[in-house]
């Protein structure tokens, strides 16, 4: 599978900005998917995440109420829309699929395919 994010920018603190992840070669639907950042000089670290089928969500504790994942079966994306942004939420956003159950969504290592990346700048 082909993964293809995009949406980011350069913002201020306190804007909103939609990344979305395009999928091909496979339907995203039936697997779960996740959103990572990684900031300069700092370990990827997990965001988001929504199970396939399109139940269950997860965050991270920085982004919650802030951020929400959300799927389009039908353009086979994942959007992730962030809210009140942070000057701390500058990094680089990646999304990521797992082909197979795992429990730990939040670990990048249970991921088997990534896409290439979208800088999210947030201005304070």
């Known amino acids: 599978v082909q993964l293809q994010a995009s949406g980011g920018g350069l913002v201020q603190a306190g804007d909103s900005l939609r990344l979305s992840c395009a999928a091909s070669g496979r339907t995203l639907s039936s697997y779960a998917v996740a959103w990572f950042r990684q900031a300069p000089g700092k370990d990827r670290e997990f965001v988001a995440a929504?199970?396939?089928?399109?139940?269950?969500?997860y965050y991270a504790d920085s982004v919650k109420g802030r951020f929400a994942i959300s799927r389009d079966n039908a353009r086979n994306r994942v959007y992730v829309q962030m809210n009140s942004l942070k000057a701390e939420d500058t990094a680089v956003y990646y999304c990521?699929?797992?082909?197979?159950?795992?429990?730990?969504?939040?670990?990048?290592?249970?991921?088997?395919?990534w896409g290439q990346g979208t800088q999210v700048t947030v201005s304070s």
């Open positions: 929504i199970r396939n089928g399109g139940g269950m969500r």
């Open positions: 990521a699929v797992r082909l197979y159950h795992s429990v730990q969504y939040y670990d990048p290592k249970q991921y088997d395919y």
